[in-house]
Structure formats: structure tokens, C-alpha cells
């Protein structure tokens, strides 16, 4: 019997996110909506070596900061559904702007692949990307695409599958924001630590949503029996 594993697609607009999708589920998708508002949702499947993989689009975003319909969307279903791996579809050829939602999502401690498309683009500007390197430093896999000639999907494929299962070791990146900054972060944690909320989310992924009063956080916190306490919802 084959197993089941459910991937994200996440990624800023324009990055090739639709064509990745497009490329790993071909016909075998379905458009709906996500529920409660008319944004969107693409869902599709694809089988690759045994396993049944489930594709779930998320709304192109620049971040995940909850300003926007489309970011709370896709942070929610990032944390509350808990996909198996999330693969975020990086230009290459615009790294700087790209990474900061991997940034993002790595602070959110998923199990990320950095899928890293339109290569092509970057190599024509004369860039030169060491992918080794660059999975070493983020602590991620990077798959190198080109989406639009549907290069490196078999290779996307069997990263997430070996994500999904452990073969490949995740490790992140965890961003040191300065002394003073993890101070007070690391307080907030220890507090965190307590609450109903730090068995669902991470607690430094939630100690900074808190510092930088991410409206939607000091929600969920509000909601929670004890989530008044928190003295940074306040």
C-alpha cells in the first residue's frame, strides 16, 4: 500500500510556482476555494517511488507576516495543517528578495526544501550559485529548477520523498537577532513554554511573532485558556 505525503508549495509571485505545480501534478488536479473566503485553492497528486504525494498550492506571498489575506492563509495552513514537507519556489535570479520568506519559514522550524528555479536567468546574468554551498549554510536541501522546461522535477520529486521520511536531515537556520533582541526573546520562551500554544507552534517561532505584535498571534494566544497571561498580548 502506497504512503501518503502531503507537500506545500510555497513562494513569492513570480518565482515559477504555478509551473512547479503544474509540472509535478499535470492533469491530476483540482481547483476549489480555500474555506471561508473566495481566494483560490489549488490541490493536485502525483505518484512518485511508492508513495502518493499531495500537492497543495499556496497563494504566491512576498512574506508570511499576516498583513494580507493571502500570507494568513498560507501561514495557516503551514501551521496548523502541518504538511509533511513545504518547498519554497525561489527565483534565482532575485535571491535577496526571495530568501526572506525562506527565512520565514525556517523560523517556523517545516521540513523546507528550497527548490531553486529559473536558473537559467541567474546563469545568463553571469550569476554563479554554489547549490552545495547554499544548502550547507541554509541547512536545507536546494534542488536547482528550470520549471519552465521542466527541468529537475524528477530530482524535486525524490527530495521530498527523502525529506518526508527522514533520509535527508533538515536542520535549519536559526538567525541570531543581537543580545539584547534574544534576550527578551528568550524570556518570552520560557513563559511560551507553558501555554496550550507551544505544543502546536514553535516557541521562538512564536516569541518573535509576539515582539513584533503580529496581530494574529496575540490572538490565537487570546483564545487559548491562560493566553491572557502571556504579558506580551497585553
Not at 4 to 19: Q, R
Not at 149 to 162: A, Y
Not at 165 to 171: A, P, Q, T
Not at 203 to 216: G, S
Request: hydrophobic share 40%; glycine share 6%.
Amino acid at each position: 500500500m502506497a504512503k501518503e505525503i502531503t507537500v506545500a508549495l510555497a513562494g513569492n509571485p513570480n518565482s515559477g510556482k504555478t509551473t512547479v505545480f503544474n509540472n509535478l501534478t499535470k492533469a491530476r488536479q483540482h481547483v476549489g476555494n480555500w474555506p471561508g473566503v473566495t481566494v483560490e485553492k489549488k490541490v493536485g497528486s502525483c505518484s512518485h517511488d511508492g508513495y502518493n504525494i499531495s500537492v497543495v498550492d499556496l497563494p504566491g506571498v512576498y512574506s508570511l507576516t499576516a498583513y494580507s489575506l493571502d500570507e494568513v492563509i498560507a501561514r495557516d495552513f503551514i501551521v496548523d495543517e502541518k504538511p509533511d514537507v513545504v518547498v519554497d519556489i525561489v527565483d534565482a535570479s532575485n535571491l535577496e528578495r526571495n530568501l526572506y520568506l525562506a527565512v520565514q519559514l525556517l523560523e517556523m522550524g517545516v521540513k523546507l526544501i528550497i527548490a531553486l528555479n529559473m536558473m537559467d536567468m541567474a546563469e545568463s546574468r553571469k550569476y554563479q550559485i554554489d547549490v552545495k554551498e547554499m544548502s550547507r549554510l541554509i541547512g536545507v536541501p536546494v534542488v536547482p529548477l528550470v520549471a519552465n522546461r521542466n527541468k529537475g522535477t524528477s530530482e524535486l520529486l525524490q527530495t521530498m520523498v527523502d525529506v518526508a521520511e527522514g533520509k535527508v536531515e533538515v536542520l535549519g537556520l536559526r538567525l541570531d537577532y543581537g543580545r539584547e533582541v534574544e534576550r527578551e526573546l528568550a524570556k518570552l520562551e520560557q513563559i511560551i513554554n507553558g501555554n496550550p500554544l507551544a505544543r502546536r507552534y514553535s516557541p521562538r517561532w512564536l516569541a518573535i511573532k509576539l515582539l513584533e505584535e503580529d496581530e494574529e498571534i496575540i490572538k490565537k494566544f487570546k483564545e487559548v485558556k491562560g493566553g491572557q497571561r502571556t504579558s506580551a498580548t497585553r
